[in-house]
Structure formats: structure tokens, C-alpha cells
């Protein structure tokens, strides 16, 4: 930021603070949250995608809605242009970074630009950001690994897949996805790889940057965090569960009808929703304990570290003792609303609590504390 955040702050109207966030993802979670909070909000949309929020949920002079305002933009990466930060900053904004601005941003912007030329305080660490991408120095696999947390077995290369095995390749036509397959052998790769290849699916180049990683067998739970530094407390949301294209479809087949498909279907986890999903309570403080070790983690390599909401996405594996393994993180407000049909936000607040209440929850404390510069960047 040209501007530290108390430079900010000491010109914006801390009574009128808005929270901004990219349409997409989790925009109408935040907008929510905010209004509950008495905080004002505003969505950045994109071309065909803003009668979401500009029409269907936009607010209502009766209070119904929760869209205070609507800024069109050609393209969400058009977050950083000076015309469009400058209307942030005169609304007093606060940025609430999700998936979305972080995939569109990263099409026109490096993570250095990202990080220096937006001029509007995060919510979080925009430092963290990049640490989801696993080409990135310092990344969640580094962040893992200090923090003692089991995440699947990456491999060197195709010859060392001695089991089930999961390739991660970039998908050729889809610039932001990864193509998913599956091999049991260094023979079973190639075949399915050279028939993904073949498909325009996935490119030799793709393929020769995928990662390869130990397939770990057992259901999936995102375990969805926020860090107070007002509070000082690590707290769990909620739990979830993915909805994914194709792969949803496909298990929903029997075994001779999932036959039929052939060698050439490609396995989609691209989200297409989420699910509340709830743990055993044996699993809570095996949870928690994951989620404070990460916590330091993050802060002691790169400080601040965890503000806010964080997602570790495991797969419970099989034991005994069962136990979690951590295939993703994620390090900003995760995708789904439906975290707080789960009951773990109301067993700490006396009622459920969605993740973008959370957030604005903690704005207001901040707020009233004089600590606003503690929770942005």
C-alpha cells in the first residue's frame, strides 16, 4: 500500500464503514453479516453476473435485501485500477478478499502488485494469500509442514506411484482449474494421462508441472476457522462439504453404469455448491489443535499471520484413531454459507453465526476498541 492503514483510516468516517467484496464466491454471505451489523456494503460486479446483487438482493426501503450498492466493472481484476479504489476509499471501504478476486486479480497482476497497489485495507493479510498457491515460496505445504500437520504424500514423479495417486494438472482450457485423474501405477499414468492429452484436456507442458500426491481414502470435511486478534480466541464456524461437478454425477451412477464411461472421462471437482457436514465430537479437540498450530505457523512466517476466517479442507482418514489430513487450505473467507447450519458457531455465541457475520462482528469490535489497524492490512 502506498499509505500504511492508520494513514487510511485517519481519513475515513469510522461511523459509515463499508464492507467491500468481489461479486462472486461468498459476496452475498458478507453483505449479509454486515448488515446484521449495522455496517454498510457494496459489490463489485462483473458484466452478466450483477443482477444478483444489483436487483435480486439489493436492499429494499422496507430493510429487506442486503446490497447497499452495486460499482460495475469490465472485469473483476479492475478492482486495482485508481478510478475504482478511489470510490472505495471516499466510502470508507474495508476489502473482504475472497477465492474469486484472488483468481481474476491474478489474470492482469502479479501476487507483488496485488499486495502493493491496492490502497484499500484488507480484512486478513493480503501477505497470506499467495501462500494458497503451491508454486509460491512459502507456501500452505511449508505452512503445513512447520506446523505439524499430516497432508497427503506429495511424489517426486510419475515412476514413484507405488498406490493410489491423485495428478493435479493444470486444465488446458480453463486457464484457473486443475484437471484431476487418478493411476495406481507409473503404467496406468501414462495411459490415462496420453488419453487426457490426446482429449485437449490437459498439455504435455501441464503435465510435466502437475503435482502428484498420495490419494487418501475417507469422507471430507472443511473445518472453517477465524482467528480474533480482538478476542485472542481461534474459533470453528462451522463444517462443510463440497459439491462438485461431474464427480458428484459420477458416483451418484452403479458400478456397471460408472463402467460405461470410459477411459476418457475426466474427473470436475470444480464447486458447484456446498453442504453442511457435521464431525464427531471425539474429533473436536484434534480440530482445534490443528487449527492453533497453523495459526502459529502463519504468524511466525508471515506476520501478522491469520486474520479472520481460514478453511483447513481434510479427508478423515481411516484409523484407528481416525484423523485428519489436510489436502487444502484456504486462507481467506471460504465459499459456502452454509456453515452456520452447523452448530458449532452457536455453541461459542449462543446462536449461529455465518462467516461473513463474523467478520463484521469483529469489525465492530475493533471499531469500538480504537484496533481497526489490528484486523486490516
Known amino acids: 500500500m502506498s499509505d ?28 449479509l453479516g454486515a448488515k446484521r451489523e449495522k455496517l ?18 439489493k436492499t429494499r426501503s422496507d430493510g429487506s435485501g442486503c446490497v447497499d450498492e452495486t460499482i460495475a466493472l469490465g472485469h473483476f481484476a479492475e478492482v486495482l485500477d485508481a478510478g475504482v479504489q478511489e470510490k472505495l476509499l471516499a466510502r470508507s471501504a474495508i476489502f473482504v478478499p475472497n477465492r474469486s478476486f484472488e483468481v481474476y486479480a491474478r489474470q492482469r497482476y502479479s501476487y507483488n502488485q496485488i499486495e502493493q497497489g491496492m490502497r484499500v485495507p484488507f480484512f486478513g493479510s493480503r501477505r497470506l494469500l499467495r501462500a494458497e498457491e503451491r508454486d509460491e515460496p512459502g507456501n500452505q ?24 495417486t491423485l495428478i493435479k494438472a493444470p486444465h488446458a482450457k480453463v486457464s484457473f482449474e486443475r484437471a484431476f485423474f487418478v493411476a495406481a501405477s507409473p503404467e496406468q499414468y501414462r495411459r490415462r494421462s496420453q488419453t487426457l492429452i490426446a482429449a485437449g484436456v490437459i498439455s504435455e507442458q501441464g503435465l510435466a508441472g502437475a503435482l502428484l500426491e498420495e490419494y487418501v481414502l475417507g469422507p471430507t470435511i472443511n473445518l472453517n476457522f477465524f482467528w480474533s486478534p480482538m478476542l485472542g480466541e481461534l474459533e470453528l464456524l462451522g463444517t462443510d462439504t463440497r459439491r462438485q461437478t461431474n464427480v458428484d454425477g459420477a458416483r451418484s451412477l452403479l458400478a456397471i453404469e460408472q463402467a460405461s464411461l470410459g477411459g476418457a472421462f475426466t474427473p470436475s471437482m470444480e464447486e458447484a455448491g456446498h453442504m453442511p457436514a457435521t464431525v ?20 511466525a512466517a508471515r506476520p501478522p499471520g491469520i486474520i479472520g476466517p481460514f478453511a483447513l479442507q481434510c479427508v478423515i482418514a481411516a484409523g484407528p484413531p481416525k484423523s485428519f489430513v489436510v489436502y487444502d487450505v484456504s486462507l481467506r473467507i471460504p465459499g459456502s454459507p452454509g456453515t452456520k447450519y452447523t452448530p458449532y458457531s452457536a455453541y461459542r455465541w449462543g446462536r449461529e453465526l455465518s462467516v461473513g457475520e463474523r467478520i463484521a462482528k469483529e469489525v465492530v469490535l475493533a471499531r469500538a476498541a480504537g484496533r481497526l489497524a489490528d484486523i486490516l492490512t
Not at 10 to 17: C, D, S
Not at 40 to 48: E, G
Not at 284 to 297: H, I, K, S
Request: proline share 1%; net charge negative.
Open 280 to 299: 464427531t465430537e471425539s474429533m473436536l479437540e484434534q480440530a482445534f489443535d490443528m487449527g492453533e498450530r497453523f495459526v502459529e505457523a502463519a504468524r
Open 40 to 57: 454498510r456494503t457494496l459489490v463489485l460486479t462483473a458484466a452478466r453476473r450483477e443482477r444478483t446483487y444489483a436487483q435480486y438482493y
Open 4 to 31: 500504511s492503514v492508520s494513514q487510511v483510516l485517519a481519513k475515513y468516517e469510522l461511523g459509515a464503514l463499508t464492507l467491500c467484496c468481489i461479486g462472486s464466491h461468498s459476496a452475498l454471505d458478507v453483505c
Open 141 to 164: 505445504y511449508e505452512l503445513l509442514a512447520s506446523a505439524g500437520i499430516r497432508f497427503p504424500r506429495r511424489l517426486k514423479s510419475a515412476e514413484d506411484i507405488d498406490g493410489l
